[in-house]
């Protein structure tokens, strides 16, 4: 009794204190909670914090199971699912799902159906609009169609989980809602299989929409072709490549992080809301090695995907058995499988191929407007009417038109349709559905023939010792391979099909007993079908090879290592660039001197890390000073290559001298600034400050609101750099790691290890909201329990949830 008392009153007292934050901060939101909400003891928020917490055994009705589901909640809040059937154990999921992460079950599909405004107000009306326009809710609509039609499993398996999502729905009053809904003041809508939909629909959005085509048109433009080619290339020559080309030979291609995003877009308008996109920081590590690069002489395999960093987070662990599935892994809120899993045979990891997968039309509109030419003939638009519904206000008239390409945007540069991947029907579904029940790497193989979008690398290995990877999903086959704006005007612009599965780049069993991506570019220059350009993943491409191909033998132990690895090869391979720099004044000389001693280990204690990144940065200012690279920036894989291969350049030139500057003029200044801006920083924070103290991690709240700060967590010191491979782009970084999961496949059966920021549950009150939090930063893991019935759980640390029909 003991024991509840204090965790009650220590969720009252956390009410409290979230109160006064949230009026102390104000609260953009319109139609806010009244007083009642704060102050009333037993139904305010009080009441809230009590229901964030479970009873160490209950007892739940859920009409719709043909059996009772026994479920084990371990000390971390993960549930393991005993069900006599799948379609129970995906019932019993959905429960869970609703119960722990109902908020964000509901904001994920609000998002990618453009209705924010109906829970938020009118300040999201142009994110709304916008999302609309991207086509997302009438492809969600159509894939929903289809499966309907079909009436086969991925209608089935989404409707039991909204079955059981839906039973816990309808036993909450408004009082028993979770937190952000009564502080916004709105109830969530039932769970359909339309909330899956528009989860996929959000994923490749937030994994391939990039708005970019015309930044590209216009830098080609006023570059030139040739200088275009050279700072925004189609293939470039420093990260590893995933696979080799047809000539057998491995060879280097360029795909680095920059500032894209930070110049903005001409298709992005003012005013709308941060709800993601792909942009730098997404991306993934992923690798495997065979038993015979393994010190178990088994495969091992391992995967971190960088997303962002939310509370709660993006995944949510979960164990299913039944007669006919043992698999462990994380899932999205409103899928109703693991996505990244293992289970008793084999076990696999994502990352994202980054492969160009929308394009952008130019549309040459008729004089008013109402229509546009294709190849000589006027079109009309497909004229759809839409209403945004908006919380304490007036209703907004959004009409939405469509082109043969797609759905139209326009802007002040003109009128574009889109043409992506999104729009095409997906059956991920019903590929996750089979990935869950492979036996081997033959059934693996065969359930990925089914995956769509977002385009994937996903590395996986088997316990009879197959290791493999296929970059997987709709690679659609272009009739020109130019990038920047199409010609929206030309029928010859389309898309003519889609690349063959078996034709898609892969590899298995290699040679050299070791597997990885990192999202460069997947293959070389021979490989038939046009992949993308301007590829900007290149340092830890090259990191994780040098790592698994310079030792022989590779343990878990190992593996942690190498995802807590923050070595910077940007300045390794621009450190011997400085020892020919000579005539610095006094702290400049100093500053070289540092950066020649130094390790380039970006880790939270280090000192010289501070002078690194500021020098990195004013290099990146300085060279690319010119008012063109306004418009987006060449990477930094770009910026290293050219430093290190040529002496002599155009773009070298600084444009406050009159002087046209030589690579060693440009490397004094840029040291002779750097030790400038270093005085004044030691200056406001003293001569001790060290990395951590400028390179901090913040898990910001789902909807990203300075309204919920209180429910953000951070910031912390954190390690490493844009491009390390345990990434940290920026200063404040947002996004990283989001699952760190090794797997060892030596037999009887598959052991893991992982850890995600944040926690089992998306209730702040929760002891489960934030406890995997110090865990993630220590770089450490928890084992992942695979039990095959629940009396292996511990009996002391287990909350049981009996769920009866």
Known sequence: MSILLSASTKAVISAVVLAGALFAIGRPIDGGPSLVLFLDPWDGLARTARHAELDRLSHERIPFLADSVTVGLDARGVPHIFAGSDRDAIIALGYLVARERLFQLDYIARVASGRLSEAFGPGLVPTDRFLRQTGMYRA????????????????????WFANGANTYIDTLTDEDLPLEFRLIGYRPERISPLHTALLLQFMIYDLTFETDDPEYSELRRRLGPDL???????HNALSVPIF????????????????????GSVLLPDGIADIGGYREGKGSNN???SGSRSATGSPILAGDMHLGLSMPAIWYETHLVTPSLN???????????????????????????????????????DPDGQGYYMDGSLKAFEEIPDTIFVKNSTPVVNPLRYSDWGPVVEADSGAYAIRWVAHEPNRNMLALWDMNRAVDLHQFTEATRMWDAPMQNIVVADISGDIAIRSTGLLPIRSTESYGLDNGSSSASTWTGR????????????????????????????????????????FRSIRIDSLL???????VDDFRDYHADVRAVQFQMLRPLLDDVSGLGEDAERLRLDLLSWDGEMGTGSRKSIAFDEWFQTLRRTLWDEEVFSIRLPSNGTMVHLLTSRSESEVYDITRTEEVESRLELLKYTLERTAESLDNYYARLGNDAVWGDRHKVVFRHLTRSDALKTLWRGPYPYPGFSETLSPGAGREVTHSASWRVIVDMRPPRPRGIGVYPGGQSGHPFSKWYDSHIQTYLDFDYFELLTPDNVDQLDPDSTTYLYLNP
Do not use: C
Not at 228 to 234: H, R, V
Not at 251 to 259: E, I, T, V, W
């Open 499 to 538: 690349v063959p599965f078996d034709e898609l780049p892969a590899s298995t069993n290699p040679v050299a007993g070791y597997l990885t991506s990192t999202n460069q570019q997947p293959a070389g220059e021979r490989y038939p079908y046009y992949l993308g350009h301007d590829w900007r993943s290149t």
């Open 244 to 263: 080799k080309d047809a000539s057998g030979t491995a060879r280097r291609k360029d795909y680095l992080p920059s500032l894209a995003h930070e110049s």
């Open 140 to 159: 969600a609509l159509e894939n929903v169609r289809r499966i309907t039609e079909e009436n086969g499993k991925e209608l089935e398996i989404s409707q």
């Open 549 to 555: 191909r310079n030792k022989e033998f590779h343990s």
């Open 228 to 234: 275009f080619e050279d700072l925004f290339p189609t």
């Open 287 to 289: 690798w495997v090695v």
């Open 327 to 365: 698999t462990y892994g994380v899932t999205i809120p409103g899928a109703p499988l693991p996505v990244e899993a293992f289970n008793e045979y084999v076990a696999w990891a994502f990352t994202n191929t980054a492969t160009d997968q929308i394009d952008f039309m130019e549309l040459d509109l």
